[in-house]
C-alpha cells in the first residue's frame, strides 16, 4: 500500500473518530440543551467564519500548495521566506475584514433580519475568523511537510472534543450561553498553538527569515497571477458552498438553519475519506506535475476513483437506511424543544446523493488545481457559483428548505460534470471501469432490499438491524467485485490480523 493509501486511512480513522464526536454534538448534546435558534446561530458563526477567513487569505494558500516544494528545494527552510510573506498576506488581510465590518455594521444587522439573535453576536465571529485564518495558514505548510494528518486530527477530532467541553459546561449551568459564544470564539486557538510547535519542531519550517529571496524574485509574477485566480475559484467554490447558510438566514431564521445544518454534517459524513485524501494528495500531485509524472498523476485519480466510490456507498447506504430512525431519535431527545426534525428525512437523502456524486469524480479538483491549467479551477468555481446563486434564491423562496437541497444536487453535478470532461478531454484521463458501473448498480439494489426489513417501534433496534446487515452483504458484494483492492485488503489485514492482535498475549 502506497504513502497516500496508508495516510489516507490513518487520516480518514482520525476524521471519523471527529465525525463521531461531532454527530454526538449535533445529535444529541446540542439539541438537549439548546434550542434550534441557539443551535443555529453556532452554525452560522461556523459558516460565516469560514467564509471570511478564505476571503482574508488573499489567495496566499494556493501558493503555499504549489509553490512551497519549490522553496524548500531550492532555499532550504532558514532561507524560505514564504511563511513571512503569506503571515503578512495573511493579516493584511484581516485587516480589510475589519475595516468593512467596521464601515457596513448597520447593513449587516439589517440583512440579517430575520436571526437578530445572530446580530447581537455577529462580533464574536471575528475572532472565530482570524484563529481559523491562523490554522489554514499553517496547515498549508504541514500539508507541505507531508502532516497532513495532524492536521485533520486537530481541525476534525480535536475541536469536536473542546466544542463537547463547552456543550457540557453550558448544560450544566457552569457557563452562561455569551460565555459558550465568547469562548466557542476562540475554539481555534488551541489548535493553531499545537500546530505551530508541531512545525516549527520539524526543524524543516521557520518563519524567522524575512529577507526577499532569488526564487520569490523569479517566481513573483506567476504566484500573483495563481494566486488571484485560485483564490477567486477557490473562495467562489467556498461561497457556493456555504451561501445557502446565508440564504436561510436572510430567508427563514435561525431554527432552520438548525435543521438545515444537521442535513449538512449528517451527508457530509461521505466527505470523511475525501477530506483526508486532500492534504495527502497536493503535495504529492504537486511534486508528480513538476516531475512530469504523469503516470502516477493517472494512477492517482483512479485509484481515487475506487477508493472513494466505494466507501461512498457504505456510508451512503447506511445514512440512508437510518435517516427515519435519526429523525424519531431527534425528535425523542429534544422533546423539550418541541421536536420538529421531519424535515430532515428528504434533506439528508438529496444531500447525501450530492455527495456521492462528488465523491464518485476523485480527486479532480486536486489534480487541476496544482497542474499548469489551474486557471480553469477558477473558471470551473465562478460557474459553480454563478449557477448556485440563484437556483438557491429561487428554490428557497419558492420550496423552502427542500428546494434548496435540491440546488446543491443540481449544481454539485453539474459543478463535476465539467471538471471530469476536461480531464478526459485534455489528458484522456478516464479513471471508470465496467467493475464500477457493475458495482454501484448492485449496490443501489442492495439498499432497496435492506430497505424493505420490517421495522417496530424501537430505533436503536432498527439502527443495529439494518446497518448489521447492509455492511456484511455491502462487504460480501465488494469482495466477489473487488473494485477497489487496496480498501478490502486494509478491512481484510484489520479484521484478520490486527484487531484479533489486541486481544493476543504478549
Same mark, same amino acid.
Given at each position: ?22 454527530? !454526538? ?66 493579516? !493584511? ?65 480535536? !475541536? ?67 494566486? *488571484? ?13 456555504? %451561501? ?51 503516470? %502516477? ?61 462528488? *465523491? ?56 463535476? =460534470? ?46 443495529? !438491524?439494518? =446497518? ?39
Amino acid at each position: 500500500m502506497g504513502i497516500i493509501q496508508k495516510q489516507g486511512l490513518k487520516s480518514s480513522f482520525y476524521i471519523m473518530i471527529g465525525f463521531v464526536i461531532g454527530a !454526538i454534538n449535533l445529535l444529541i448534546l446540542f439539541p438537549l440543551f439548546f434550542s434550534k435558534s441557539d443551535q443555529g446561530l453556532v452554525r452560522a458563526m461556523i459558516d460565516i467564519g469560514a467564509t471570511l477567513s478564505v476571503f482574508c487569505t488573499l489567495g496566499s494558500l494556493p501558493v503555499v500548495y504549489k509553490f512551497y516544494p519549490f522553496y524548500n528545494q531550492y532555499l532550504g527552510p532558514k532561507k524560505n521566506e514564504l511563511p513571512f510573506i503569506t503571515l503578512l498576506v495573511n493579516l !493584511i488581510g484581516f485587516g480589510l475584514l475589519l475595516i468593512i465590518g467596521w464601515q457596513e455594521k448597520d447593513f449587516i444587522i439589517r440583512k440579517l433580519g430575520k436571526s437578530p439573535d445572530l446580530a447581537v453576536y455577529f462580533n464574536y465571529v471575528y475572532p472565530y475568523t482570524f484563529f481559523l485564518l491562523l490554522f489554514f495558514w499553517l496547515e498549508g505548510f504541514a500539508w507541505g511537510l507531508r502532516k497532513g494528518v495532524t492536521t485533520n486530527f486537530l481541525k476534525e477530532t480535536l !475541536i469536536r472534543i473542546l466544542t463537547s467541553v463547552l456543550i457540557l459546561a453550558f448544560g450544566l449551568n457552569i457557563i452562561s450561553f455569551p460565555t459558550f459564544i465568547k469562548l466557542f470564539s476562540g475554539i481555534y486557538l488551541i489548535p493553531v498553538l499545537i500546530l505551530l510547535l508541531t512545525l516549527i519542531k520539524t526543524k524543516e519550517w521557520s518563519i524567522k527569515n524575512f529577507k526577499i529571496s532569488n526564487v520569490t524574485r523569479r517566481l513573483r509574477g506567476r504566484m500573483i497571477n495563481f494566486a *488571484l485566480f485560485v483564490f477567486a475559484g477557490q473562495f467562489f467554490n467556498l461561497l457556493a458552498r456555504t %451561501n445557502d447558510t446565508f440564504f436561510i438566514l436572510g430567508f427563514r431564521g435561525l431554527s432552520d438553519a438548525a435543521i438545515f445544518a444537521i442535513a449538512t454534517y449528517v451527508s457530509a459524513i461521505l466527505e470523511i475519506p475525501q477530506r483526508s485524501l486532500t492534504s495527502i494528495t497536493i503535495p504529492v500531485l504537486a511534486e508528480s506535475w513538476k516531475n512530469k509524472d504523469f503516470v %502516477n498523476i493517472k494512477h492517482i485519480y483512479h485509484k481515487s476513483v475506487s477508493n472513494l466510490l466505494i466507501i461512498g456507498l457504505l456510508l451512503f447506504g447506511l445514512i440512508w437506511l437510518n435517516i427515519e430512525n435519526l429523525v424519531a431519535f431527534l425528535n425523542w431527545i429534544s422533546h423539550k424543544q418541541g421536536g420538529g426534525y421531519d424535515a430532515l428525512t428528504k434533506l439528508i437523502f438529496i444531500l447525501g446523493l450530492a455527495k456521492l456524486i462528488d *465523491l464518485g469524480t476523485g480527486v479532480n479538483s486536486q489534480i487541476i488545481g496544482t497542474s499548469n491549467y489551474w486557471k480553469f479551477d477558477f473558471y470551473t468555481n465562478l460557474f459553480y457559483i454563478l449557477l448556485s446563486l440563484p437556483l438557491n434564491y429561487y428554490l428557497i423562496k419558492h420550496y423552502g428548505l427542500e428546494g434548496l437541497a435540491f440546488s446543491n444536487l443540481v449544481a454539485l453535478t453539474l459543478y463535476n =460534470s465539467v471538471r471530469f470532461g476536461f480531464l478526459y478531454k485534455k489528458f484522456n484521463l478516464q479513471p471508470y471501469t465496467l467493475k464500477h458501473g457493475i458495482f454501484l448498480l448492485l449496490s443501489i439494489s442492495l439498499m432497496l432490499l435492506v430497505h424493505q426489513i420490517p421495522t417496530n417501534n424501537n430505533f436503536a433496534i432498527n439502527i443495529v !438491524i439494518k =446497518s448489521v446487515i447492509y455492511g456484511i452483504a455491502f462487504y460480501g458484494l465488494a469482495y466477489w467485485i473487488n473494485p477497489a483492492p487496496e480498501i478490502l485488503n486494509f478491512f481484510n489485514d484489520l479484521f484478520k490480523n490486527k484487531i484479533p492482535g489486541l486481544f493476543k498475549r504478549k
